[in-house]
């Protein structure tokens, strides 16, 4: 009887230690991101098909809104993401400096370009996302140059997103302010011509397509995926070069669900994520895996070369004197 008990009873702590197991496998992460709606809800669909059980919450809004709401949370001893996944590595850098990353050496990081990501591994590229000129076909002007922006040809014609929601915008906003040939002389002459700053850059591209507004600073991929489904949408590179941020993804240092976070991580940055990427037609950090159908052969795109440490410490007074100038 005794030995009937204790196997029994074997068989119980087995099974509570398989329904255990599968528990710790089958975690929950909180994804917090910037992605477009429809994107967010595509990364995480084929996360969870790569990854089964693992569940995934999403909020999803502006960068700048979501770094005030993880203000809010740390101020509150409650942090909630285990995952971010937003626009611009200066506020990864912003993070990474009040110590709310966390380190992931091992990280796959085979055909990435190590401008791409954080040398100490804290925070990774996912893609290279660069801000350029929209403008509408029917427009009357076709604008080539940022400084084109600034005439009097295009007073009351032009719109952009605000970077105090959009963190392309935020770090283009520090990137042309320190630049000499532009610096806030460039923003100043925008408000001149009564630019209007919206609330982020699906706002601009409706605008424009619409033709309320004829002329808008906005990202590539809304630009040009627009155009491909038949909107009156152009898109310019200009030849000095255009502002580009890296979409990084990074794990927080309070998750508690560490592994499941590298496991979106390592999707992310894995070949498969990197396609998804693609699809989406983004340009991929992994530049092996292609380029979107969108981007005509033989363009290169030049990239301003802004320097991501001056910007971080310069960031938020720049932000406060845009509010100021364009009001928030």
Do not use: C
């Not at 941020?245 to 794990?251: L, N």
């Not at 998750?255 to 499941?260: A, F, R």
């Amino acid at each position: 009887m005794k030995t009937l008990i204790t196997r029994v009873l074997a068989g119980q702590l087995m099974l509570a230690a398989t329904l255990m197991a599968g528990a710790a496998s089958a975690g929950t992460i909180t994804l917090y991101t910037s992605q477009p709606e429809a994107d967010a809800a595509k990364t995480v669909d084929a996360f969870k098909q790569a990854n089964p059980g693992v569940e995934v919450n999403i909020y999803r809004s502006g960068t700048s809104d979501i770094l005030t709401k993880m203000a809010a949370e740390f101020s509150a001893g409650s942090p909630q993401a285990d995952v971010l996944l937003i626009a611009d590595a200066v506020s990864m850098e912003l993070l990474k400096k009040d110590d709310r990353l966390l380190p992931y050496p091992e990280a796959k990081l085979d055909g990435i370009d190590p401008s791409a990501y954080d040398q100490d591994k804290t925070y990774f590229g996912s893609k290279l996302i660069t801000s350029g000129i929209a403008y509408n076909s029917a427009a009357a002007q076709k604008p080539e140059h940022w400084a084109d922006l600034a005439t009097p040809e295009y007073k009351d014609g032009l719109v952009m997103p605000s970077p105090l929601y959009s963190g392309a915008a935020a770090y283009m906003l520090s990137g042309f302010a320190a630049d000499p040939n532009y610096g806030w002389d460039f923003y100043e002459k925008l408000k001149e011509n009564n630019t209007i700053a919206v609330r982020g850059n699906g706002a601009v591209l409706k605008s424009v397509a619409s033709g309320e507004k004829p002329y808008g600073i906005l990202v590539d991929f809304m630009a040009m995926n627009a155009k491909k489904k038949g909107s009156p949408v152009e898109f310019v590179f200009p030849a000095e070069g255009v502002p580009a941020v890296t979409e990084p993804v990074a794990i927080m240092k309070t998750t508690k669900n560490v592994e499941d976070a590298k496991r979106f991580v390592d999707f992310i940055l894995s070949d498969e994520g990197q396609k998804l990427a693609l699809s989406m037609g983004y340009l991929p950090a992994k530049a092996s895996v292609g380029r979107p159908d969108w981007m005509p052969e033989g363009v290169e795109v030049k990239v301003m070369p802004f320097d991501i440490k001056a910007v971080v410490e310069r960031t938020e007074a720049d932000k406060n004197r845009f509010s100021e100038l364009f009001g928030g």
